[in-house]
């Protein structure tokens, strides 16, 4: 693991194409439910927060946890000999 590659999300992408969709449509519904349901204003801005970062990782496809984990949902891609 290199903490410079954590930082900076340079890691190779680890998000796969249901967990992108998984993670915009909950990141989205995170961002509402705060405002929606009329929550506190600090309960609001917590989940809006979350919500944005849920959603960032699907639209970056990375996610620093996986990456510390070691766990990718991305489909292995196999080279074809020439």
Request: glycine share 10%.
């Amino acid at each position: 693991m290199d903490l410079t590659k954590l930082v900076t999300l340079t890691f190779a992408k680890n998000v796969g194409t249901t967990d992108r969709i998984l993670r915009g449509l909950s990141g989205l519904s995170l961002i509402g439910a705060g405002w929606f349901f009329h929550a506190p204003l600090w309960a609001s801005i917590t989940l809006t927060v979350f919500g944005l970062m849920w959603t960032a990782t699907g639209v970056l496809s990375r996610c620093s946890i996986y990456y510390l984990l070691g766990y990718s949902t991305c489909p292995v891609v196999t080279a074809t000999p020439p």
